[in-house]
């Protein structure tokens, strides 16, 4: 049995504009949530970490399980209509953010499908929701706004459009994204780019 509540995520629909996504949740009961967290990587500096540079362990790693599991691949390839079965899945994990992260963005056309999958137990905070936009251009321009608690997930299409960000914070925030990718190359790419980066933050961090 999977993690993941995959009848759940089987069950809410897709919203199709400004971009292919939708919200569901929670898909992780609350003893899972409690054990995930338990076991989360101990991240204390920003930036995105690979799974290669970290401690994945007990409920930590039943959830990387899941993530992997193909039907939760296939479940997403016919709810966004999307070639990603048998592509390369990347798994990544945040744990602090810092108060450039969110600027609005989207993501590089190497990413067919991504995801978000959020572990904070609470989150009264203003800043650090998640938000979907309809353009580049304005943050309060938005059809949705997340906040980032345990056992939320968001999955959308990657578009020409799929703008994104969230306003600033400062702190402790947790989730794991996964993303899968057009072909190995650009797997390669963005792991090496996040592993060095990661690399590199361990040094400044010294």
């Known amino acids: 049995m999977s993690l993941i509540d995959l009848q759940t995520v089987a069950a809410t629909p897709v919203v199709a504009a400004p971009f292919p996504h939708f919200v569901a949740g929670p898909v992780l009961g609350e003893a899972a949530i409690e054990a995930v967290n338990r076991d989360f990587p101990a991240i204390r500096r920003p930036g995105l970490f690979p799974l290669a540079e970290l401690p994945v362990r007990g409920a930590f790693a039943r959830l990387v399980e899941a993530i992997r599991d193909p039907r939760l691949e ?41 995801c978000l999958l959020y572990l904070n137990e609470a989150w009264d905070e203003d800043g650090g929701r998640l938000r979907l936009l309809n353009g580049p251009d304005d943050l309060d321009d ?45 797997y390669r790419r963005e792991v090496s780019r996040h592993r060095l980066s990661a690399k590199l933050k361990r040094v400044f961090a010294r």
């Open 74 to 114: 296939g479940l997403l390839a016919r709810k966004f209509d999307a070639p990603i079965e048998g592509k390369p899945l990347m798994v990544t994990v945040r744990g602090h953010c810092q108060a450039k992260d969110g600027r609005i963005h989207n993501d590089s056309a190497s990413k067919l499908v991504t």
């Open 142 to 186: 938005a059809v949705a706004e997340v906040p980032p608690t345990a056992g939320t997930l968001v999955a959308f299409r990657r578009t020409e459009n799929s703008f994104h960000g969230h306003k600033p914070f400062v702190g402790a925030r947790r989730y794991v994204m996964f993303n899968w990718l057009t072909d190995r190359a650009a």
